[in-house]
């Protein structure tokens, strides 16, 4: 493998020569010398290369500007300046990409969010993307490697379904006919003629499959894109985003809520010891960020302070009747601060969730027994007769970061609860049948993974922890 800078920083192998390639964050200095900070994505760090006018002409120079990309013969040598341990005396460099100053629009200073998601083509050359982005990565190397250990297997939902699975109608279709003349059968729209020969959508979730996964192999885990039109133009929710949807049998919601405990802070310490530099990068671009706020909107703790804690704490858990009857006994409430009402059977609102876990609780919190009413159809009835044995893991800065049940698996309640709730029988016709045919107590989750990145890296909008958001209006990229 060729040499990265991660590598020669960690292993430097000094007064040898080397080659390195990489992008120009910087270039200073004076006639004489030149002083390149190179970026080759590897690392947050950069490397120094000194580039002297007696060897390096004037025009290669000059075409040294912020996002050239540039190759470098040299030696390695230790460093007598200021900031950096070692650097690279250059022999020879070569520009393999010129990036015109007149043109160029990511400079060596500091840019809005906004105007970076549209420069999303060339924003993760910037070190806060660069550290957003290999963050991102070590979060989904440790949701595979925590599965792996724990005895799950990685299973493949469809993308491409017939079946609405949150049953919230938020789909967007799939087809191949003409947009001009499709075949129409009673003045409809006939899919019979379709690619599939029906109706076909993107997946909201892998969940049902999921479940078939786990009537057969135990406990198995999705890690896949998931696809919402809902016109939420929010700093939470993207129109496509990744979702991983682990599903096990045998476990009650109790055991549910210990795995998805245990899993999140697990990952949150994957990163606290994986992504040391990129995360103390992000500490500071926060609190520089926090400066400009209001003091009652600067959170009480810095990002790895933030992070550490929530490792450290247990979740609360409790129903989401205790957390109503909290929320009607505030003085936030009592106040009328709340601008969504509070009563129970509510489905509450992202103010309701950050007040419990930000101001009463001040931790994780794990909401459970949820109304049937605003819950899924496959959700586990409890004897009450109005209330699912439901759980949602609620982050402070996030809201719902996991939603999660244990399921129904009796054929007979399953089935009334859906033609209760005009869930198409006969498109499920494959669900139903594992609750025919050795039906099992089973339980599951989904962890929005944007959701979980945005709490890691302590950034505000989930549009700039994906590489390429989609969002209502916006499918740039
Ligand atoms: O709560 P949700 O809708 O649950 C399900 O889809 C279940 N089938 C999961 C399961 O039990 N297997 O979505 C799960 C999580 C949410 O808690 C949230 O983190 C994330 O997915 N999520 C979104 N993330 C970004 N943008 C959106 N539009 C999202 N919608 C949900
Ligand atoms: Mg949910």
């Keep these: 493998m060729k040499q990265r800078i991660i590598h020669i920083l960690k292993n430097p192998t ?9 992008w120009v964050k910087t270039k200073r200095g004076s006639k004489n010398v030149n002083f390149i900070a190179l970026n080759d994505g590897s690392t947050i760090q950069n490397l120094q290369i000194v580039a002297d006018a007696e060897k390096i002409s004037e025009e290669i120079l000059k075409l040294i500007q912020t996002g050239a990309c540039i190759a470098v013969n040299g030696t390695l040598i230790a460093s007598q300046g200021a900031g950096q341990s070692m650097e690279v005396t250059a022999d020879s ?18 840019h809005s ?12 050359r910037t070190t806060t993307f660069g550290a957003i982005f290999r963050i991102r990565h070590a979060l989904a190397f440790a949701v595979h490697q925590y599965f792996n250990d724990n005895g799950f297997f990685y299973w493949n939902s469809p993308i491409i379904t017939g079946s609405d699975a949150e049953g919230a109608g938020q789909m967007f279709r799939v087809t191949t006919l003409s947009d001009q003349n499709p075949p129409l059968e009673d003045g409809k729209v006939n899919y019979k003629e379709d690619f599939f020969g029906q109706v ?9 499959e999921a479940e078939l996964g786990a009537m057969g192999l135990g406990l198995v885990y ?4 998931t696809f919402r039109a809902e016109n939420s ?14 599903e096990m049998a045998f476990y009650d919601l109790q055991d549910n809520m210990d795995l998805v405990e245990n899993f999140l802070k697990y990952l949150i310490n994957y990163a606290l010891n994986n992504c040391a530099e990129d995360l103390a990068f992000l500490e500071k671009r926060l609190l520089d960020e926090e400066k400009t706020k209001k003091k009652e909107e600067q959170s009480e703790m810095a990002l790895l302070e933030k992070l550490t804690f929530v490792v450290a704490q247990d979740f609360q858990r409790l129903t989401y009747t205790e957390a109503v009857e909290i929320l009607l006994n505030s003085n936030h409430h009592k106040k009328k601060k709340f601008q969504y009402e509070v009563k129970w059977g509510i489905d509450l609102q992202s103010e309701h969730e950050r007040y419990l ?20 159809f496959y959700m586990k009835q409890n004897e009450d007769g109005k209330t699912v044995r439901a759980m949602d893991v609620l982050f402070p800065n996030i809201g719902e970061m996991v939603g999660g049940s244990q399921r129904e698996e009796n054929y007979d309640k399953l089935l009334t609860r859906m033609r209760e709730m005009g869930v198409h029988e006969e498109g499920l016709w494959w669900y139903l049948e594992t609750r025919k045919f050795g039906t099992a107590p089973h339980a599951g989750f989904g962890l929005g993974f944007e959701r979980l990145v945005l709490f890691v890296t302590g950034m505000g909008n989930i549009r700039d ?13």
């Design 465 to 477: 922890v994906i590489p390429f958001p989609r969002t209502p209006q916006n499918a740039a990229f």
């Design 14 to 22: 000094y007064d040898q020569k080397i080659t390195v390639k990489g």
């Design 357 to 376: 876990v930000e101001k009463h609780f001040k931790k994780p919190v794990i909401l459970t027994d949820y109304p049937k009413d605003i819950k899924a």
């Design 93 to 110: 460099i070569e520009i393999l990409g010129e990036a015109n100053p007149d043109e160029y629009k990511i400079q060596a200073k500091s």
């Design 222 to 225: 999705t890690f896949g894109p």
């Design 200 to 208: 076909t959508n993107l997946t909201v979730s892998g969940q049902l």
């Design 233 to 246: 133009n929010t700093a939470r929710h993207l129109a496509e985003f990744w979702m991983i949807e682990p």
């Design 113 to 124: 969010m906004e105007f970076l998601r549209e420069q999303a083509h060339l924003r993760s």
